[in-house]
């Protein structure tokens, strides 16, 4: 073959098949964007007209005017529910990250990993029914507690194995060098190798907080909602993802128009706080690298 | 801090005994502390299975095998009929169609991600990413209002007049248009998968050698034939374990399905009719079943069948990603943690 014959251009079947591979590529883009933006422009688009001072002030008004109400209650409750969940979850997650960076190693750590990555594979639900038969079945009611321990069966493993990352990620030297100071271990780790992933760590607790954030199926197994107020711990709580269904789920076009308007406002919270990981977690490994 | 470090110091050295002491049973406790915790995640995921096997014991010593081929469900005290075939097909269609729709994009995604380095692929990245991190809630609601309708009006129309026309295939699309259906579920199911597919199908492409792909083209192979023969072989292990983790995620989804599916637990060949999956089961009866002791159990008994489907799909696509990742030759490590990868919120 001469060398022209090599740099001929591509003809027949294989130039279509080519072609047809290009294209194929291109419209999976285009429908992965396409969905994206479609799903994007409606929640803006319904979701904004909802939002007024109402909305975030006042409990919902009666089915008559539901564009007089709002879903206040919703907010204190995500809050409430959340903050449970971070309460404990943040710190079990992080020293479970510090055993498993630190010390962890052999069986028992990798036993520890798996564990995590099962959890991590549970699906949401489940965790929402085995709080579900372990406290509020237990104790007779649903509650804002019970919701909070439901999130922390999720949050606990992305913690530990998100944090753990990052601390494996600090440099050796640092911890030889503080302990060459005569610091001790706890403190070498506390003061020493906690703050230096600080950033990254931080990147980890975002994550966890914004996937709690949208969690529906294990709190509505466990705080179940309330059309009011509710500020009892051990009382049923609403949240947004909770109102959001059961308005959705009414034939009433005016609820429906306010769970689009908490739509958006989960949809922006939880973006924020999974964009604003990113670009953490990028700043946070340039700086180390 | 100074003074900290130096009576520290001294303590290390053994300049004073007791404080030396205090000082290695803090630090030794410390360690206690952190690895008690650790244990604790552990002891948690058994309690969790053990708990929710004890609670479905009831109905499982009861109906025994029966449990998963039964088609009847009544709650109804004194005539209790647990069957859970119904839930278990729902199910098992609209995952496996999501899968369907979703894994060819995917893998179209993930190709692209890997080969096309220019102005479009960071940002696409990023949109993949946000598609990830939407709540399953906002998909639902989406998926009621907006895909609902539309697939109602345009496409399930078109299918019936066409597809379901057609011999054998046509059973799946027959029926009305209207109303919530199998078929709506699948699509939303697709779309939420999507990421996680992709993220681990570019993973695990990353790792087919560039070698292999560049001696293709250098050969004068075209760019679909270079990915046929020097991609694609390669990968396809760490594809189908993709997909297996797509499954997964797809079986366990909750609330954007019981949404759109309609909750009627039925067993019919159609696409265009409601059904019901475990999960969207679950969540639309848990109310009722929470002062009856054997429907409680009942329900139970389909988490656990959920817990036992998804644990094996994860553990089976772990194997092979692994084991893609060890031939080529790159340490087989442990999945690194990312948006995708955590999942979409249920």
Known sequence: ??????????????????????????????????????????????????????????????????????????????????????????????????????????????????????LLSVPSIVAGAFIWTVVVVAFGNFSAFAGGLALVVLMWPIVARATEEVLLLVPQDLREGSLALGLPRWKTIMRVVVPAAGAGILTAVMLAVARALGETAPILLTALGNDFINTDPLKPTDAVPLRIFSDARTPVPGLHQIAWGGALVLLLAVLLLSIGARVLSVRQQKRLA | MSSAVGSDALAGLGASEPKARRARFIDRGFRWVTLLIGVGLIALLIYMLVDLTAGGWRTFSRFGFGFFTGTTWNPVRGREQFGALPFIFGTLVTSLLAVLI??????????????????????????????????????????????????????????????????VIGVFFRGKAQGPDMLTAGVILAIMIVPIITAVSREVIAVVPRDLREAALALGATRWESVRVAVLPYARNGIVGATMLGLGRALGETIAVTMVIGNVPKIGWSLLQPGATIPSWIASSFREASSVGLHRSALLALAVTLVIWSLILALVSRILVRKTAEQLGEPGEDEPVSVARLGTAG
């Open chain 1, 1 to 118: 073959m001469s060398a022209a014959g090599i740099l001929q251009p591509v003809r027949g079947s294989r130039r279509i098949k080519d072609l047809a591979y290009r294209g194929a590529l291109w419209c999976c883009v285009a429908i992965a964007m396409a969905t994206l933006g479609v799903i994007a422009f409606y929640v803006v688009k319904r979701g904004i007209s909802a939002l007024s001072v109402n909305f975030f002030t006042k409990e919902p008004a009666s089915q008559l005017h539901p564009e007089q109400g709002g879903i206040v209650q919703s907010f204190i409750g995500t809050g409430i529910i959340v903050g449970i969940a971070s309460l404990i979850a943040i710190p079990l997650g992080l020293l479970t990250a510090v055993y498993l960076a630190e010390y962890g190693k052999g069986r028992l750590a990798s036993a520890i990993r798996l564990t995590a990555q099962v």
């Open chain 2, 102 to 167: 979703a894994v060819p994009i995917s893998v179209g995604l993930a190709l692209f991600l890997n080969q096309v380095r220019g102005l479009l692929a960071n940002p696409l990245a990023v949109f993949i990413d946000i598609l990830a991190a939407i709540p399953s809630i906002v998909y639902g609601l989406w998926g009621l209002f907006v895909l609902k309708p539309f697939l109602d009006s345009t496409v399930e129309p078109f299918l019936i007049a066409t597809v379901g026309k057609v011999p």
